[in-house]
């Protein structure tokens, strides 16, 4: 059985391109509110999962060792544009820790976004790894290593004592178990590991809701959705969907995408969070899945869910501004 | 019926996205040689048939009357990356009709090749319609209406006669009836018509045949083909596909690739063309299906043939230089 579409780009009267994909919505017990797709097939979060990742800074205490607050926290979870904002702070919290960009294990890449990048091509000769999207989420590691004593070098590594931590909590949190069968590479170099979509979306609704999890991780995982949410810029940043979207209601929404289609996302005050992965691994299509996702669970608040659903349907146009066509969610996704 | 998944992205020893699509090869008689998934249905070729849209430049003796050699031809052909080379011919073309980029109707870009946008930014305030990847059509467009004597303002509308002679030479290309219903509006803002994929591909295989067509018809597709195999750099530029492949084989292999995952490609030697879409649109799927597809014709040279599948199937490195996964086309394309 072929996954659905959900997502159609239009040019003129036609239909030009589809994406298809899977998506869920579960409440903090796990049940099912909505799905589409095959939701127990294994799909690697990437990105998405940060928050996830970035639950041992807070539970060894590294993150008030550190005095980190809301900003840094939310950097620590973000895949960001690689703004001046973005690297100032990943470099500022090294700095707490006595560590600095040399012990990022990210690698550099050039700004995602354009109008970044050509303001980076015109201050630098190259990027560094502090401009890397995942810089902050790597200063998190390197700082939680650091307060507990362990080798920052190789933190990356499989086996590294901080990998084996993250291991423990994804499948905790998911339900899944995490073999080496599962275990793929990030753009960043860490560890990622397939979990069923279900799982995903599981783990989620119970860091938004901490239903059956420990008093610590609950209050761990409370302060890290909302410090995302509070400080949206540090989640992603200029013209990003994560940003926008939890700027429209704050404290309201999380959401956090990953590579190649992934996207999760969370309601606290609702109890909900959804997890989601176009099959084709394409990002225009994922975001508009979870503005439309998030949107059906807001139906009695009409104004957010007109905000979202803008953000699910959009005109197209092209460089004279000519309107020439849309994406547009399926009937799949709001039926 | 879903189409069928014709690439694969994978992570570890997981498949990671999927991409469906359609491809078809035919020959000079409209022979279908081989197909994967709905080749009736309408597709927009976008850019992939520049090569057809820049048939009344040279059938109306404009490219003779003002000197264009091969690399005219290819550039008016194109979609460049804007690189000082591109951006400088498409100048040179409007100054041989005494015009300029003021007469330009394409709009402005950054170029979409990363390095050739880094070498923008430190250059120029913002690129200039000559920028835009377009820029060689639209300067044969309006090569074409000034040898003519037509209007040149105005020259992307549907109604312009130059729109009427290429609308006409579409429909007598690829066999498809051509009405306001296909009709949408394209990156550059001129119209582009969806037609059956089967069509596109005929069209194609007439062109580089010469079956079907009328002597003049059938030495201006030969000449604007021959062109864009001669000067490959001018079809696309660094780093592209288009480019690469065409230069693997000089004077074999025509191919070009169009906006939303399509692709047109030929072998005149052997008497075949292809057509293909990738359902969600993507470019790096498109890519693989046309190396692939061009590979299964040219098992007889395992020079080439190894080569272009090196193009189909490829490892993916993270900025650490680590593999991650491999792109790869499935069995259905290789069967």
């Known amino acids: ?10 040019r003129g009267t036609m239909v030009e391109s589809r994406h298809r994909g899977t998506v869920v919505a579960v409440d903090g017990a796990g049940k099912v509110l909505f799905s589409a797709g095959a939701i127990d097939h294994l799909v690697f979060p990437r990105s998405a999962c940060k928050a996830m990742q970035a639950l041992p800074l807070v539970e060894s205490g590294a993150a008030d060792h550190y005095g980190f607050g809301d900003r840094e926290l939310a950097l620590a979870c973000s895949s960001h544009n690689g703004e001046p904002e973005h690297a100032d702070l990943a470099d500022a919290m090294l700095a707490r820790a006595g560590r600095s960009v040399e012990d990022l294990e990210c690698g550099a ?75 793929g590479v990030d753009g960043c170099s860490i560890p990622t590991y397939a979990v069923p979509l279900q799982g995903l979306a599981h783990g989620f609704a119970k860091m938004a809701t901490g239903e059956g999890l420990a008093p610590e991780r609950a209050k761990a995982a409370r302060r890290l959705m909302a410090a995302c949410m509070a400080e949206p810029f540090y989640v992603a940043g200029t013209r990003r969907l994560c940003t926008e979207i939890m700027a429209l209601a704050p404290g309201r929404i999380f959401a956090k995408t990953g590579a190649e289609g992934v996207f999760c996302a969370a309601l606290p005050q609702e109890g909900i969070a959804i997890a989601l ?32 659903m803008a953000k699910a349907n959009h005109t197209m146009r092209n460089w004279n501004g000519i309107a020439v066509g849309d994406v547009r969610v399926t009937q799949a996704l709001m039926d």
């Open 1 to 10: 059985m072929a996954n659905p579409v959900l997502v159609e780009v239009t």
């Open 109 to 183: 890449h050039w700004s995602f976004q354009q109008e970044t990048l050509i303001r980076q091509a015109r201050a630098m000769d190259k990027p560094t790894a502090l401009h890397n999207n995942c810089s902050g989420k790597h200063a998190g590691f390197v700082c939680t290593c650091a307060h507990a004593g362990e080798p920052v070098a190789g933190y990356v590594g499989y086996d590294h004592p901080l990998q084996r931590e993250i291991r423990a909590t994804m499948e905790s949190l998911t339900g899944a178990l995490i073999t080496h069968d599962v275990c």
């Open 277 to 308: 992965k176009c099959e084709d691994g394409t990002t225009r299509a994922a975001e508009a899945m979870v503005a439309a996702t998030l949107a059906r669970f807001l139906r009695h608040d009409d104004t957010l869910f007109a905000a979202l």
